[in-house]
Nanobody, 121 residues
């Protein structure tokens, strides 16, 4: 089970840090991905991290602004979002899978319920 938190209403240029807390011992052995879905749009990949946290990947539009990280001792993954703009408004989801390739394809073995991020201009 995954539970996201940290969303909210912010202004353009602000920052937010999302958290994804996993239950169970398997969290530390799964890759983690963050996804988002804006109103009327399909869910899209945002970022991923390997189970070690060493390998990360981002969609082009968030590179240099977003940072994904994890603390396996706390069963938690994070998404630090800086320089937010209205185009980042969406429900953000985290997912876990044994394979990063699955996450890159928008697939995941486990999914959270999402947290809303709204960026006003």
């Amino acid at each position: 089970k995954l539970v996201e938190s940290g969303g909210g209403l912010v202004q353009a240029g602000d920052s937010l840090r999302l958290s994804c807390v996993g239950s169970g011992r398997s969290f530390s052995t799964h890759d983690i991905g963050w996804f988002r879905q804006a109103p009327g749009k399909e869910r899209e990949f945002v970022a991923s991290t390997s189970w070690t946290g060493v390998i990360t990947d981002y969609r082009d539009s968030v590179k240099g602004r977003f940072t994904i990280s994890r603390d396996n001792a706390k069963n938690t993954a994070y998404l630090l979002m800086n320089s937010l703009n209205p185009e980042d408004t969406a429900i953000y989801y985290c997912a876990a899978d044994k394979e990063t390739s699955n996450l890159r394809l928008g697939k995941g073995q486990y999914w959270g319920q999402g947290t809303q991020v709204t960026v006003s201009s």
